[in-house]
């Protein structure tokens, strides 16, 4: 545990925990009230009714909020490595716009609930999932570019296969999301949009724990970073 969070190495690790946590919760909580089938929910539906409406409004806005912190330490990091690396500052940059309208896009999808206001919600996830997935591809465009001097090949081989594994799921999640004529919770399996919901929230989750594992690859990368902070007073007093 010491060895992970040396540096700035918590930052990733409190994300993906937090994140994992706040999923986890509000569904054990969602299950065990009676709001949603144990069954693959939408995981924005685990957080549509109270008590756990709170819970993942909370967890959810807070995971945001360090999802841009390590983002942004992360493009910091790139920038100091990538002196000299074609093209890479570029796509650091712009996977930085991405990744940080991602998480606007979270802190929409928390705090717009799904069958209050069902279009912001949506658009909210889109928003999350679409930015989320090209963030991570890039991300890992740039991490083989600076292998093997920064990034170890099984690291990067790593960030490749979860982006793919996420790229493949994020298609037939909005596809088949787009077939349902209906936002509700309960679900009967006879009912003709029952697969489209079902295939969709597989890959909802698919893509969600994706973005946990590949950030947790960055723990490794930020435990060599330290934070300085310098105070200057300039001027008469």
Not at 53 to 68: D, E, Q
Not at 90 to 101: C, E, H, P, Q
Request: aromatic share 12%; hydrophobic share 50%.
């Amino acid at each position: 545990m010491c060895c992970l969070l040396r540096g700035l190495g918590f930052v990733p690790f409190l994300l993906v925990t937090w994140s994992a946590a706040a999923f986890l919760i509000s569904y054990v909580v969602a299950v065990l009230a009676g709001h949603v089938d144990p069954f693959l929910p939408y995981i924005s539906d685990t957080g549509t009714t109270p008590p756990e409406s709170g819970i993942f409004g909370l967890m959810i806005n807070f995971s945001a909020f360090l999802g841009a912190a390590t983002m942004y330490m992360r493009y910091k990091i790139v920038q100091k490595q990538s002196q000299g690396l074609r093209g890479t500052p570029l796509l650091n940059a712009v996977s930085l716009g991405l990744g940080l309208a991602g998480c606007v896009g979270m802190g929409i999808v928390a705090n717009f609930q799904e069958l209050a206001v069902p279009m912001v919600h949506d658009a909210g996830a889109l928003l999350a999932f679409v930015c989320g997935v090209v963030y991570t591809l890039l991300q890992s465009v740039i991490s083989y570019k600076a292998c093997p001097q920064w990034n170890s090949p099984s690291t990067c081989h790593a960030r490749m296969a979860i982006s793919a594994v996420s790229c493949a799921a994020v298609v037939p999640m909005i596809a088949c999301a787009s077939l349902i004529s209906i936002t509700k919770l309960e679900w009967n399996p006879k009912e003709k949009d029952y697969m489209y919901h079902l295939v969709s929230a597989a890959c909802e989750w698919t893509v969600a724990f994706g973005f946990i594992f590949y950030f947790l690859t960055f723990i490794r990368d930020f435990q060599n970073v330290t934070l300085r902070i310098s105070t200057e007073i300039s001027g008469d007093l």
